[in-house]
Every structure is written in C-alpha cells, then in structure tokens.
C-alpha cells in the first residue's frame, strides 16, 4: 500500500493515533503536513520523521479558530496539492446531558466536528478537480452507540459519521473517497490517564481481550488513503478489537 508521490494532511499528529498515522504513512513514502497545537510534542514528531527521510513540514495551530486554520491551509495550497485529509484533532469535555456546559459542549464539536467540515469545505474542491483524493475521519465507538457521561463526545463522534457519508455523495463521481475509522479502547495519552475503574472493564468486554495500540488504527486509516481502498467509500471501519459489535 504505497502512499508515495502522495501528500497528506494530518491533523492532531502530536500524539496518539495522529501520530502514528504520520508515522505509518512516512514509511509508505507520503509527503507529510502535520497539524497540532501542541508545542511540546509535534516539532518533536516532525524531527524524527525527517530524520528517517520523510519529506514533512508542520505548522503549530489552535484548529478551532476559524480564520487562522484558513489562512494555514490557503498558504499550504499555493504551493503544493494535498491528496489526503486524515481528520483526527479532538479532546473531551466529559459531562451528563443535565450538567455539561454549553460552553463545553460546543468545544467538543468544535474540534471534532467543525474542523473535520472545514478542512473538507476547503481541500474536496481542489481532490474533484483533481479526480482523486481521500478524506479519512476519525470517529469513536461511542459515535455508534453512546456512552453515559459522554454527551458531547458521542455527539460530536457520531456527527463525524454522518458527514463521511455525506460527503462521500459528494466527491465520489470525481474520483474522492471519503471514510471513517472507528476505534475503541487505543493506548492514546487520554486512554492511559482513564482510571483502571473505567478502562479494565471495557477491555475485558471486548473480543479480543486487549487494549488496541494507535498503528492498528493508523494502519487502518493508510489502507482508505490508499488506492487499494479505491471502491470503498461512505462507510466506516471498525477498529475495536471486537468492543461494540
């Protein structure tokens, strides 16, 4: 599943999945644009990806500020076309229904849902023209079937399958694919903080016994970028280890 000649833009690639997934698809010779607010971690991932050969550049962004993004991603096309849109920046605001803040709320879909549309709003047109392109979204079980305490999360991860479907109506007749990922219980930064009250059961439910490692999601998500994945689209992969089936 070569990604050579290849560029991707991958957002939230400081940590977890979106890092691995800039790692999976520097070795599959893709040229790389990673995006992340954090400092600490992303020049860190870009340094030693191009200390293996990758070709990558990054730019440090809070994604949830509208004008900022645009500009970014307007620079980033004057210069180079973007084949690939790997959506995958997020954070929770843990809360019921009864007690989140509005304010909370909307942050979560914000970064999980907002920018995801964004980002597709300004690259599906260039990808159409083109006749080829893949968008990959990452979503959550609990996009799928809820989770008690997560209200916003699951609102805003199940939000994300809806666009993924909708946009696929859109670019698939010019050659652009559009996909979601599904992942469960990922050995990600805010996984690994969860109390052992909470992660343990969840991992003793799923089929596979285990917590998932982020380059079984990333890998999953290089497979839709690829042309190996060209006759999937509008759909979405389930990357849990059998949690949620």
């Avoid at 990558?56 to 809070?62: C, G, K, P, W």
């Avoid at 968008?135 to 799928?144: A, D, K, Q, R, T």
């Amino acid at each position: 599943m070569s990604l050579k000649d290849r560029t991707a833009l991958i957002t939230g690639a400081g940590q977890g999945i979106g890092k691995a997934c800039a790692e999976v698809f520097g070795e599959r010779g893709a040229r790389l644009i990673l995006l992340d607010k954090n400092r600490k971690t992303l020049p860190h991932v870009a340094r030693d990806l191009a200390a293996k050969g990758v070709d990558v550049v990054f730019r440090i962004i809070d994604l949830t500020r509208t004008q900022p993004l645009v500009k970014t991603v307007e620079e980033l096309l004057a210069d180079r076309r973007i084949d690939i849109l790997v959506n995958n920046a997020g954070f929770d605001r843990p809360g019921i229904t009864a007690k989140i803040d509005k304010t909370d709320y909307n942050a979560v879909l914000s970064i999980h849902l907002g920018v995801p549309f964004l980002l597709s709003k300004l690259l599906l047109p260039q990808m159409r023209a083109n006749k080829w392109g893949r968008i990959v979204n990452v979503s959550s079980i609990y996009g799928l079937m809820g989770a008690k305490g997560e209200v916003a999360y699951a609102a805003a991860k199940a939000g994300v399958l809806g666009l993924t479907k909708t946009l696929a109506r859109e670019g698939g007749r010019d050659g652009v694919t559009i996909n979601a990922v599904v992942p469960g219980m990922i050995r990600t930064p805010p996984i690994m903080r969860m109390p052992d009250k909470y992660r343990d059961p969840i991992i003793v439910e799923s089929m596979l016994g285990r917590i998932g490692e982020p380059e079984e999601v990333a890998r999953v998500v290089a497979f839709l970028a690829s042309n190996d994945a060209s006759y999937i689209t509008g759909t979405e992969i389930k990357v849990s280890g059998g949690w949620g089936v």
